[in-house]
């Protein structure tokens, strides 16, 4: 099967025409909610599955009812065909859909390219006089709309990348440029949006969580070692209108073009698929948006402690593999930084064939093309793991933290598994959790006794009973929002849970409760139990200290 180039040229980032191009974009009401109207329900969630035919049908069903009706062309359809589904389009529609940036200023921009120079690059004789050819571009990028909504309103991008497999129907080239993903997106909602000065995009890509984080910082720092990432990042952020000067764009392999900085923020999806070199061998190119050649998060997650400044957060995805005889959490612990609080989420789980079936396909390999060469790199996939005694892969978050200058407490570490999930954004979530974390971890159980928690406003209870019976068999406690966690509970947790307005004291409802129950003996090992509780659902978020609401 062929694989994609990346022939195409540097994109111009020229102030006046992004100026014409952004009001083109902004006028022709080419938006999220555009798209889904345009292609449906059934056609859009199918695109959202890398599947193609139905957004195709839907377009053409969408052209031709307004040629019935004697309407021109809709910008919003000729943008989805040409920069979201590979189609080729008329010069003349292109110049209404954009008219002030016009199809010239798309061929100059780089965004677009002859229909004829396409096929020649690809080493395809045109079927159409050239004539023809000539009056029809192709998309030379990946341009599509992203809308989010934070605490300074709603913001709506248009971001470029690379052409992806649906549009080209190729594996994809080793230096592509992801577009906006799942990963990615998992990360801008896992990021905390609270201001802060400095922040660093380690392996920047197209540019997406740099464009997040200018949202609420005043100085962003994007690297990456692709020249060509950093060059879609500069273009995405000035389609944007990015102040100069407030963006600084590095290249170079992960830390090393910020040696010595330190900032308030650092966000990065790094390179961390895990393939074996075997499955190289066998055919397979390195992707450099999920490759680095070797482990990353080894190496890559202790050194990022020296790069965060007093009180500040790192944020990452990554994976790590479950060894035969050996919990997960020993390995991953010993790539965390010594003198950083760190908490580690593992949210998924893989066996070793759904983890590199998944990856093979994401590059573009898939059986249906080529099945041989699919199932020869799969093969070698599985060899390795099974070599090294690798029985499944764990997906996740890693949080770090530098504790606050002049801070006299351990670091504290938390690495669990949490498969559950809450609604909205868990930003804020991470940002309450480190807070109260680090609260908590220079407390002593006095101290902890002595706190008036309040139930957090998303916090919900499930008692189960039997018929006739006068007591629960089962009380749950659940959180709405964060990572939608669930705890079973036992009368005095729930009991806390319920009377937790501020008002008492971890000890003075262990006391209360000892009481009630005629077992005034068992106060103190009642209050132990709370203390110990109160430190778990303070941490989770189902409860919040009084500072911290």
């Not at 120079?117 to 000539?134: D, F, I, M, T, V």
Request: aromatic share 4%; with cysteine.
């Amino acid at each position: 099967m062929p694989r994609a180039t990346s022939s195409t040229p540097a994109l111009a980032t020229d102030p006046t025409r992004l100026r014409s191009l952004r009001a083109d974009l902004e006028t022709s009401g080419w938006g999220v909610d555009a798209v889904d109207r345009l292609l449906g329900p059934v056609a859009s969630a199918a695109l959202r599955r890398e599947q193609r035919l139905p957004a195709l049908r839907a377009l053409a069903a969408h052209q031709a009812r307004r040629r019935e009706a004697g309407q021109g062309p809709d910008p919003v359809a000729t943008l989805t065909a040409l920069f979201m589904l590979g189609q080729p389009v008329a010069v003349a529609e292109l110049d209404a859909a954009l008219p002030n940036t016009g199809t010239a200023g798309a061929l100059a921009m780089g965004l677009v390219v002859e229909a004829a120079q396409a096929a020649h690059l690809e080493g395809e004789p045109s079927s159409n006089p050239a004539s023809r050819a000539r009056a029809r571009v192709l998309a030379a990028v990946d341009l599509r709309p992203h809308e989010a909504t934070d605490a300074a309103g709603e913001v709506r991008w248009w971001v470029a990348s690379d052409l992806g497999e649906l549009e080209t129907g190729r594996e994809l080239a080793p230096n592509h440029v992801l577009g906006i993903g799942g990963a990615g997106l998992t990360l801008a909602a896992l990021t905390p949006r609270r201001p802060v000065t400095t922040a660093l995009d380690l392996g920047c890509g197209c540019g997406i969580q740099t464009l997040y984080l200018l949202r609420h910082c005043q100085h962003v720092t994007a690297t990456d070692i692709s020249a060509r990432a950093l060059a879609f990042t500069a273009f995405n952020t000035a389609l944007a209108g990015v102040e100069p000067g407030r963006l600084e764009l590095l290249q170079g392999s992960f830390l090393e073009p910020v040696a010595g900085r330190r900032f308030d923020l650092v966000a990065t999806n790094p390179p961390f698929v895990i393939t074996p070199p075997a499955v190289r061998e066998a055919g397979l190119a390195l992707l450099e948006y999920r490759d680095a050649g070797g482990p990353v998060l080894p190496t890559l997650v202790p050194g990022l402690g020296a790069h965060l400044a007093p009180g500040g957060i790192a944020v990452m995805l990554g994976n790590w593999e479950h060894h035969t005889g050996q919990d997960w959490r020993e390995r991953v612990a010993t790539w965390l930084p010594e003198d950083t609080d760190a908490w580690v989420v593992q949210r998924e789980l893989q066996d070793p064939v759904e983890y590199a079936s998944m990856w093979l396909r994401d590059g573009g390999s898939t059986p249906e093309r080529d099945r041989s060469g699919f199932e020869a790199r799969l093969g070698a996939w599985i060899d390795d793991f099974e070599s090294r005694g690798v029985a499944a892969v764990g997906f996740g978050y890693l949080v770090l933290h530098r504790p606050e200058a002049g801070a006299t407490r351990a670091p504290w570490r938390v690495l669990e598994e949490v498969t559950t999930t809450g609604t909205g954004p868990l930003g804020e979530h991470v940002a309450q959790v480190v807070e109260a974390s680090s609260r908590l971890a220079a407390m002593d159980d006095d101290a902890v006794a002595a706190l008036r928690p309040v139930a957090a406003t998303d916090v919900t209870q499930e008692r189960h009973m039997r018929p006739g019976d006068t007591e629960p068999t089962m009380i749950l406690i659940r959180q709405g929002g964060g990572l939608g966690r669930v705890i079973q509970a036992g009368t005095a947790l729930a009991a806390l849970v319920d009377v937790a307005d501020g008002e008492l004291s971890v000890a003075q409802v262990a006391t209360a409760l000892a009481a009630l129950g005629g077992q005034e003996d068992r106060s103190a090992a009642l209050k132990e139990e709370l203390v110990a509780a109160t430190r778990e659902l303070v941490r989770g978020g189902f409860l919040a200290l009084q500072s911290c609401v």
